[in-house]
């Protein structure tokens, strides 16, 4: 095997169960960006006939660079198969996202999704959510003092996410993100609850019924599947 075939296993798996006549969900973030570029391999070289849903401006844009059909989500009921990426994943296969910033429209497309996929390397296997990463909230601007004072009330301290000329962080939709430390004290239901009530809040990085498999790179090509048992 090359070392770029070992290189794309995780997205030659993740990309692997898409056929002919499904719209497909681009994920975002730089393992979403590996699948995009094998799925585009497949359209080139298979002929491949496929539409996209993406969800995030960056993964659009690197969609059609690719050669990808993109759909305009507004218009879409339904998704065959998404694949995206994760930041986190607890042995209950509930995912912590939000690196990138566009949990919102990954949350909404993987709703409407049959089937879910997310790709991590074995490192991103976690005991509990908020091991090696913070929580990313997505709050509306107008809001940000009050949510922030909600946000501690529930134990959750952080700060505003900026770019990388120190401005602050916005997201696709224009909302501001508010990165906090998730600890092992902190019931990620409990927490999700919270946040999913609070006005000003439009979303939240704990991904916790989402996935249907998680594809789990190991190194030197060989991919782990762990499938959540969905009850009938």
Request: overall charge negative; some cysteine; hydrophobic content about 45%.
């Given at each position: 095997?090359?070392?770029?075939?070992?290189?794309?296993a995780l997205a030659d798996a993740a990309v692997a169960p898409?056929?002919?006549?499904?719209?497909?969900?681009?994920?975002?973030?730089?393992?979403?960006?590996?699948?995009?570029?094998?799925?585009?391999?497949?359209?080139?070289?298979?002929?491949?006939?496929?539409?996209?849903?993406?969800?995030?401006?960056?993964?659009?844009?690197?969609?059609?660079?690719?050669?990808?059909?993109?759909?305009?989500?507004?218009?879409?009921?339904?998704?065959?198969?998404?694949?995206?990426?994760?930041?986190?994943?607890?042995?209950?296969?509930?995912?912590?996202?939000?690196?990138?910033?566009?949990?919102?429209?990954?949350?909404?497309?993987?709703?409407?999704?049959?089937?879910?996929?997310?790709?991590?390397?074995?490192?991103?296997?976690?005991?509990?959510?908020?091991?090696?990463?913070?929580?990313?909230?997505?709050?509306?601007?107008?809001?940000?003092?009050?949510?922030?004072?909600?946000?501690?009330?529930?134990?959750?301290?952080?700060?505003?996410?900026?770019?990388?000329?120190?401005?602050?962080?916005?997201?696709?939709?224009?909302?501001?993100?508010?990165?906090?430390?998730?600890?092992?004290?902190?019931?990620?239901?409990?927490?999700?609850?919270?946040?999913?009530?609070?006005?000003?809040?439009?979303?939240?990085?704990?991904?916790?019924?989402?996935?249907?498999?998680?594809?789990?790179?190991?190194?030197?090509?060989?991919?782990?599947?762990?499938?959540?048992?969905?009850?009938?």
């Amino acid at each position: 095997m090359s070392t770029q075939k070992v290189a794309d296993a995780l997205a030659d798996a993740a990309v692997a169960p898409i056929t002919s006549g499904m719209i497909v969900g681009l994920g975002t973030g730089s393992t979403a960006r590996r699948a995009i570029r094998a799925l585009a391999e497949r359209v080139r070289e298979e002929g491949l006939k496929v539409k996209c849903a993406p969800t995030s401006d960056s993964s659009e844009a690197f969609g059609r660079e690719q050669g990808l059909p993109m759909l305009e989500f507004a218009l879409v009921e339904e998704v065959d198969y998404l694949f995206d990426g994760a930041d986190e994943v607890d042995p209950g296969l509930r995912i912590l996202k939000g690196s990138g910033g566009a949990m919102t429209r990954e949350r909404i497309v993987a709703w409407a999704a049959k089937r879910v996929v997310y790709m991590v390397t074995a490192e991103k296997l976690v005991e509990h959510l908020g091991s090696r990463t913070t929580l990313a909230i997505a709050v509306i601007p107008f809001g940000l003092a009050s949510i922030r004072a909600h946000l501690r009330d529930l134990g959750l301290n952080g700060v505003c996410r900026r770019d990388l000329k120190g401005q602050l962080f916005l997201t696709d939709n224009g909302n501001l993100i508010v990165d906090v430390a998730l600890g092992a004290e902190h019931d990620a239901d409990e927490i999700a609850e919270a946040l999913n009530a609070h006005p000003g809040v439009v979303d939240h990085g704990l991904f916790l019924y989402e996935a249907d498999e998680v594809l789990v790179d190991r190194g030197n090509g060989a991919i782990e599947r762990l499938v959540r048992e969905r009850t009938p």
